[in-house]
């Protein structure tokens, strides 16, 4: 019965003293932590706030015509001016196509055919496709008509063009790309000139 009441009182004793350690710890807190604050060793400290990710920003691609190497979004659209679809022509004038006396002898005397004239033409139709996609750039100029015409004189060589396009590629120095591509071109001799068109089309 002795040892019975003795761990009574040892029991009641641990208790009182643990609550009593317990409160000495949080006694400056329970009278002082508001929202917000938790108690950690005696003193209020705020609570971690809960972490927040904003989403994303939406980004909405813009459809720039180009070369399919894509455009850079942050710059502004292009737009056409009024006037940029308009036809204009560049160069000299070319004359008409002399007569080929067909009595000369020799090969001065013969007259070229569209195979000669595309034989040597065909070459340069991948440089001037380019002075085309460089003049556009990226401006939204989906068809116009495109002529380059020149003549070739009995010796063979070029000795005028004029170009015939929209007045965007004008402005963008169309004829200045085309002309060394076109003056620079040598074709077979024959008994009299030739003026020569070669349309071409937007890609």
């Given at each position: 019965m002795i040892r019975f009441v003795f761990g009574i009182f040892i029991g009641v004793g641990l208790a009182a003293g643990g609550g009593w350690?317990?409160?000495?710890?949080t006694k400056d807190c329970l009278t002082r932590c508001g929202d917000g604050t938790r108690c950690f060793n005696g003193r209020c400290i705020a609570a971690a706030p809960a972490t927040t990710v904003a989403p994303p920003p939406d980004k909405k691609k813009r459809k720039r015509r180009g070369g399919g190497s894509g455009g850079d979004p942050s710059q502004p659209e292009l737009k056409l001016s009024p006037g940029?679809?308009?036809i204009a022509s560049a160069g000299e004038a070319l004359g008409r196509a002399e007569h080929i006396d067909l009595t000369q002898g020799g090969d001065d005397g013969k007259e070229l055919q569209q195979e000669d004239l595309d034989n040597v033409f065909r070459p340069a139709q991948s440089a001037i496709s380019r002075c085309i996609s460089e003049a556009v750039?990226?401006?939204?100029l989906e068809s116009g008509?495109?002529?380059?015409?020149?003549?070739?004189?009995?010796?063979?060589q070029v000795r005028k063009m004029r170009v015939t396009a929209p007045q965007l590629l004008?402005?963008?120095g169309?004829?200045?790309c085309?002309?060394?591509?076109?003056m620079g071109l040598h074709f077979p001799s024959s008994g009299g000139a030739n003026v020569v068109t070669y349309p071409f089309a937007l890609q």
């Open positions: 350690l317990y409160l000495q710890k940029d679809e308009r750039g990226d401006y939204p008509k495109i002529e380059v015409a020149f003549r070739v004189e009995r010796s063979g004008m402005r963008r169309f004829n200045a085309v002309r060394p591509i076109v």
